[in-house]
């Protein structure tokens, strides 16, 4: 069946450090979400990408997709400690499942 | 105020007892969908449903069974067969054709 892989599992950073987070999926998608999960939360959604080669900015997160449709990354740059919790990635496919990967759990060092 | 609520936020119960978590929204969403999140891991489909009295198995549906007899509600039963329920239970929804999902703020599920 279809999966989501995403790494890193965790990263520490210095606060002020850039970090990034990478999703591959085994089969071409329709489009991919990202959301972020605080600590003790529920995962909230960022953005969505459809195009391909498509790239996204949010402030100081930047997202991208694929040419080929099955791969994404969400960059941030100069971390705060508001950054702070785990980022998933989420492919949909042509039947309406909505998978997620494992996530990135990002530390932020003070 | 539109959103999707779960209840209980904490829920104890007894090896071998069946238990059902509920999944409410307000937002006219079509689709409905069960995660189950273990610590350290992602979130993993149980069941999802496009459309009322219509539901597919997810990656992990054993042990579990869910309804959609109203468009508004998708509850989800942890049944005894589930070998090892312990979990943070996530209901979401969206629109069939996908935007974003909203997430509820989860059912934490405790069998001892």
């Known amino acids: 069946g279809q999966q989501v892989m995403q790494i890193p599992q965790y990263q520490h950073v210095q606060e002020g450090e850039d970090f990034t987070t990478y999703c591959n999926s085994s089969?071409?998608?329709?489009?991919i979400q990202w959301y972020k999960q605080r600590p003790g939360g529920h995962p909230v959604f960022l953005i969505q990408l459809v195009k391909s080669g498509e790239v996204k900015k949010q402030k100081r997160l930047t997202f991208q997709f694929g040419e080929a449709k099955k791969n994404s990354s969400l960059h941030i740059t100069a971390t705060q400690t508001t950054d702070v919790g785990t980022y998933f990635c989420?492919?949909?496919?042509?039947?309406?499942?909505?998978?997620f990967g494992q996530g990135t759990t990002l530390q932020v060092k003070p | 105020d539109g959103g999707i609520t779960q209840s209980p936020k904490y829920l104890f119960r007894k090896e071998g007892q069946n238990v059902t978590l509920s999944c409410e929204q307000n937002l006219n969403h079509d689709a409905m969908y069960w995660y189950r999140q273990d610590p350290g891991q992602g979130l993993r489909l149980i069941y999802y449903?496009?459309?009322?009295?219509?539901?597919q198995k997810g990656d992990i549906a054993e042990g579990y069974s869910v309804s959609r007899e109203k468009k508004e509600s998708f509850p989800l039963t942890v049944t005894s067969a589930q070998k090892n329920p312990t979990a943070f239970y996530l209901c979401?929804?969206?629109?069939?054709?996908?935007?974003?999902?909203?997430f509820g703020q989860g059912t934490r599920l405790t069998v001892v």
């Open positions: 989420a492919g949909q496919s042509n039947t309406g499942k909505l998978i």
């Open positions: 979401a929804s969206s629109t069939t054709r996908v935007t974003e999902a909203f």
């Open positions: 089969t071409t998608l329709s489009n």
């Open positions: 449903s496009q459309i009322v009295n219509d539901f």
